[in-house]
């Protein structure tokens, strides 16, 4: 079967390590897949041509594809534009229109790279956790918000709101996802002082009913932030709301000691043949200050491909061997700038990462 993807460079330093993605497709063409590979505008590069940072015709292409792969937006000559065009909006904008209502947030600690941690080495040594997060939904999305006159002085209001349903699909990627992986899931959330967060209980344990095999426990958000930084391994899958999942991961996130090293896919309903729509993109930024230096990270987009090749494409094995190529090459002491800690390791340019992670691959799967 056709496995088609669209390819969303951005802004920043996405052009540079999408190069080293396409390197990675290409071979695998190469050898038989049939990736059918297209590629278009997004953020402020997309702004620069349509006016807009995402077109209706883009939008139209990645509601036809089996994935969408994404590099990063922004960049500090868009930073004065109006908010409704400013390039974080196309982002936003591919998420809810494709209905992306799960955001899957992996924090691995590569051994090679524990060190780089801010906690001690044997706190995240072997780290391999999920955290889930509903994306479409919450207090982001929720009605009324803004910002009135109420007396002499102003009130900022946003709503914290979610439906039973958009509770219980993102409990059930949890549920699925712990399935693949350690048959765990905790659900965080803040039941004591909110009652959207007593329904969000509810509505997990309800759904947890589906899932015998899977152990469920609940955890106060607050508790959850605290226990990643005290003993983050006693966790497998996370799942929570789009207020808590963004702290909690960004949170999680620094544990692995580098946003260079980190993916992220948003899953959604399932098309008629069966995959999720999908985006995928590494959690880094555009980091406008090194665009163009080849000083680039490629391996969190690297990641998201393997992600996408495991949720959207049925390629387990595949993805698997991607995530031990770069963690060969991490342990070869193979190192883009960020991975340097005193002088240690071998320099590498974005080009120079990508070529070692793509002859990795090559050898893992000969």
């Given amino acids: 079967m056709t496995k088609s993807l669209l390819i969303l460079p951005g802004d920043g330093i996405g052009p540079e390590v999408m190069v080293e ?37 883009t939008m139209e292409k990645a509601q036809e594809v089996d994935a969408v792969l994404l590099g990063a937006v922004g960049g500090y000559k868009y930073d004065e534009l109006d908010f409704s065009v400013k390039p974080e909006r196309g982002l936003l904008r591919l998420r809810k229109e494709m209905d992306l209502f799960a955001n899957l947030r992996p924090a691995q600690c590569f051994d090679a790279l524990a060190d780089f941690s801010s906690l001690k080495r044997d706190v995240v040594a072997g780290l391999d956790i999920m955290i889930v997060r509903e994306l479409t939904s919450g207090i982001y999305f ?20 979610y439906t039973e349903s958009e509770i219980a699909r993102a409990a059930r990627s949890a549920f699925e996802l712990a399935r693949r992986r350690g048959g765990k899931v905790c659900s965080m959330e803040k039941a004591n002082v909110m009652e959207s967060g007593i329904l969000w209980r509810d509505v997990v344990t309800e759904e947890h009913a589906n899932y015998p095999d899977i152990e469920l426990t609940h955890m106060y958000a607050d508790n959850g932030a605290m226990q990643l930084v005290r003993n983050p391994k006693q966790f497998d899958v996370i799942v929570t709301d789009n207020l808590f999942g963004d702290l909690l991961s960004d949170a999680a996130a620094m544990l692995t000691g580098s946003l260079g090293m980190l993916p992220s896919a948003s899953l959604g309903a399932p ?22 230096q080849g000083k680039a990270n490629p ?35 193979v190192r883009t700038p960020d991975l340097m800690q005193s002088g240690e390791g071998t320099p590498a340019t974005t080009s120079q990462m990508g070529d070692a992670v793509l002859e990795a691959f090559k050898r893992a799967s000969s």
């Fill in 21 to 57: 993605v396409r390197k990675i497709i290409d071979w695998m063409n190469e050898q038989g897949q049939d990736f059918e590979v297209s590629e278009d505008l997004v953020g402020g590069a997309a702004y620069d041509v349509h006016g807009v940072p995402l077109s209706d015709a």
């Fill in 271 to 292: 098309m008629a043949n069966g995959r999720p729509k999908a985006l995928y993109e590494p959690v880094h930024g555009s980091a406008p200050d090194i665009a163009g």
């Fill in 299 to 333: 391996c969190a987009c690297i990641l998201s491909l393997a992600m996408a090749l495991r949720y959207s494409f049925d390629m387990g094995e595949e993805a698997t061997r991607l995530e031990a190529s770069v963690e060969k090459v991490l342990a070869d002491g």
């Fill in 142 to 161: 929720g009605e009324p918000r803004g910002i009135i006159e109420e007396g002499n002085e102003r009130v900022g209001i946003n709503t914290q709101r």
